[in-house]
């Protein structure tokens, strides 16, 4: 999760948005994101069109308070096929290392 620590009196509400250009979108709470008490923002199984720029922002009847703009990416995720495949001495294989992640990925080969 990503915390966004307010402090005021009277307490803060705490809101996330979503940057996408000029725009701002409000981000509710979801199978994928969730919205934390302390005001911290957690997403899980993230997508690619998951990816980008986040803010939150705090304010009460006083004042109104933002944050950095912050850039959320997802982890790299790397595939191997044939997975667990077991192979003879001497014989020939053919593994394939699929890679996906942004910036794209290099793949290097350790024997």
Known sequence: SIPCQVHGMPTPIVRWFRIEGENNIPIHSSSKIGLLADGSIRFSKMAKNDEGLFQCRAGNNIGNA????????????????????????GSEAVLRCEASGNPPMTVHWKR
């Open 66 to 89: 933002v944050s950095k703009i912050i850039r959320i990416s997802r982890l790299p995720k790397c595939g191997f096929t044939p997975s667990g495949a077991i192979f003879p001495t």
